[in-house]
């Protein structure tokens, strides 16, 4: 390759990055039969997809990206009132006539908008059905960050009989055992507020994705779960960059 064509490319390289505001963070795609899923990994439990035409944000927080500058949303997933998963500055920068906005009873009094979900509600939205599912913590001593309150939310999502979990900020709980199986599982894997390596594990083993991301991570050692889960069938662990 010639010093002019290697400029040449990453000049464009460059102005892809400059005029695509996604262009920098992971992605990856799927065709699920009704629209291709593409999932953007912004950062810590921040998330953006698109789902067909469908615009969905997960826990969209100011630090990890420019929101003003992303599409805007058809639907806004909060799973809890947590300042990293919760900002309002946030949610209102992808907001539009129409979005609908979906969190918790405590994420809807601070936001002062929205629709309040329990464990247990279902909506649907753009075609996609949501069910709130629990989510908390059971170890002693860090159930207080989580408690057993049916106060925070994870989220299943369905339609074209593919299935997402987004977990949220939750240990292995029992509930896990009667979710079913998933297409895509968000799982996190940080301590002391949700999962250990181990933990997550085995929270694999009762919902059998057949991919599963771990998020939320921080500094925990990906390459623990990794060896957890190098013999286990049916699952492909992706392993991707959370800003």
């Not at 630090?63 to 947590?82: F, G, I, N, Q, S």
Request: with cysteine.
């Amino acid at each position: 390759m010639t010093i002019a064509i290697a400029s040449y490319l990453l000049c464009a390289l460059a102005n892809t990055v400059a005029t695509d505001p996604l262009a920098s963070y992971e992605h990856d795609s799927f065709d699920t039969g009704d629209g291709t899923l593409t999932v953007f990994f912004l950062g810590h439990a921040s998330l953006m997809m698109t789902w067909g035409e469908t615009v969905i944000y997960v826990d969209p927080v100011s630090e990890h990206a420019a929101y003003k500058k992303l599409p805007k949303a058809d639907l806004v997933l909060v799973t809890h009132e947590h300042y990293d998963h919760l900002d309002v500055k946030a949610i209102a920068a992808v907001e539009q006539e129409g979005t609908r906005v979906l969190l918790n009873t405590a994420g809807q009094k601070l936001l002062g908008r929205g629709e309040a979900m329990k464990n247990g509600d279902s909506a649907t939205v753009c075609g996609i059905a949501i069910r709130a599912v629990p989510a908390y913590n059971t170890t002693s001593g860090r159930d207080r960050f989580h408690p057993n309150t049916g106060r925070d939310n994870g989220y299943v999502l369905s339609r074209g009989g593919k299935r997402l979990y987004i977990a949220g900020d939750t240990e292995d709980i029992p509930e896990m055992r009667g979710l079913g199986s998933f297409d895509i599982a968000f799982l996190p894997m940080n301590q002391p507020y949700t999962m250990t390596p181990a933990q997550v594990a085995r929270a694999a083993g009762l919902l059998h994705p057949k991919v599963l991301y771990p998020y939320h991570y921080g500094d925990t050692d990906v390459e623990e779960l990794a060896a957890l889960l190098k013999d286990a069938a049916g699952t492909e662990l992706r392993i991707r960059k959370m800003k």
